[in-house]
């Protein structure tokens, strides 16, 4: 904290000499050397390069099994040291256990490209991630702390759900409905892991890690929305993958997670996030009746973001409320110039579009500082 912001409070009377002299207590007891543990870093990191430098250059003459071997025990050594240092470490470093399970994780997920490497094996991502998920999510599960490891869980279930949908869709591919809707349904699957997120949260004392793993999943799913709502007025015909059935499948889905998640966590802020994610199964219902239609779509995209932002404006969501705002604006913007595509062809065309367009980038910042709700923790 600087010294001299403290001065300014302290003079204009915002804290005490007593409160001050407490603070610059604490302060000077738990300072630490910046200056000298950035040196310390970049020290590090400078030795840290020059053995990948090295390794690098002799990795060809390093025989296939040694590097495997090694790549195995350096695993095996992290995993040990976090079963014998978990619980100290969980109480003091709980950031400390963070990193090395995601160093852990990563460890194990390259090695499955080491092997590909030395034994000059391929297969498509998905089924080497497929067999990681299954060797190190329950290790993240029962042992994640914050966004680190949540964010690396959502992040590989994500791709693999769609790299296993694009492969198996590749041109060419024979496929028939039943196969296509299998495709749509393992790419709604993501939207399942709200509910056990939700239903960890009353059960684990790591609410954090459950908490962001669940806000990671909705935000796909209110992602999902927003490219449903793009998508069914890109063209005249709208976007291809976007039939009924594909449809009624990720809507369905949505609405399932949604009665799920209220079932799991029924409070105010359950039924919230329950709401947004009812809002995204509702939207991509209704895309298909404004497929091919730009105005309808952008209508529909904009509908989404008002629910969202009235969701957060009464759970107290001060960050998704600002967000909602500042989408349904920018669309708001893109929709003004589909209705007028020769607004641009003029001078004057362009003055009323720069005048258009900062007036509602001017009631956006107005909605967005005057209804807001206030942020956390503050009076």
């Not at 050594?77 to 995601?102: N, S, T, V």
């Not at 595509?341 to 579009?353: K, P, V």
Request: net charge neutral.
């Amino acid at each position: 904290m600087s010294m001299r912001k403290l001065d300014i409070w302290h003079q204009a009377g915002l804290i005490d000499e007593q409160t001050l002299a407490k603070i610059r207590a604490f302060e000077d007891e738990h300072h630490r050397p910046l200056a000298l543990w950035a040196v310390i870093g970049i020290g590090a990191l400078a030795i840290g390069l020059g053995v990948i430098s090295v390794v690098a250059a002799n990795w060809e003459d390093v025989p296939g099994m040694v590097r495997l071997a090694l790549h195995l025990a350096l695993m095996v050594w992290l995993a040990a040291f976090l079963i014998w240092r978990e619980q100290e470490l969980e109480q003091d470093r709980p950031w400390g256990l963070e990193a090395l399970l995601f160093v852990l994780a990563m460890l194990g997920m390259t090695f499955f490209g080491h092997l590909g490497q030395v034994y000059q094996t391929s297969s498509p991502l998905w089924q080497p991630l497929g067999v990681w998920l299954l060797l190190f999510g329950p290790v993240l599960l029962l042992r994640g702390q914050s966004w680190l490891t949540a964010m690396l869980l959502m992040a590989v279930l994500v791709f693999i759900c769609w790299d296993y949908s694009w492969g198996s869709a590749l041109p060419g591919t024979a496929r028939d409905r039943a196969q296509e809707a299998w495709l749509v349904f393992v790419t709604a699957l993501p939207l399942m892991v709200p509910p056990l997120a939700a239903w960890m949260r009353g059960r684990s004392a790591r609410d954090t890690f459950w908490k962001r793993l669940e806000e990671m999943a909705i935000a796909y799913a209110v992602a999902g929305a927003t490219f449903v709502c793009i998508f069914a007025g890109v063209t005249e015909r709208g976007y291809e993958g976007m039939t009924l059935l594909d449809q009624l499948i990720r809507g369905g889905v949505a609405l399932a997670a949604a009665a799920l998640f209220f079932k799991a966590r029924p409070g105010a802020e359950g039924r919230s996030s329950a709401l947004i994610l009812a809002a995204a199964g509702i939207v991509c219902l209704v895309a298909v009746i404004v497929t091919g239609s730009g105005v309808m779509s952008g209508i529909l995209f904009m509908a989404l973001w008002v629910a969202i932002g009235a969701i957060a404006l009464r759970a107290g969501w001060r960050g998704l409320f600002q967000l909602a705002v500042g989408a349904v604006a920018l669309r708001l913007i893109i929709l003004s110039f589909e209705l007028a595509s020769d607004l641009l062809t003029s001078g004057f065309g362009l003055i009323l579009a720069g005048i258009m367009i900062l007036a509602i980038a001017w009631g956006a910042v107005r909605i967005s500082r005057e209804y807001a709700p206030p942020r956390e923790g503050a009076e």
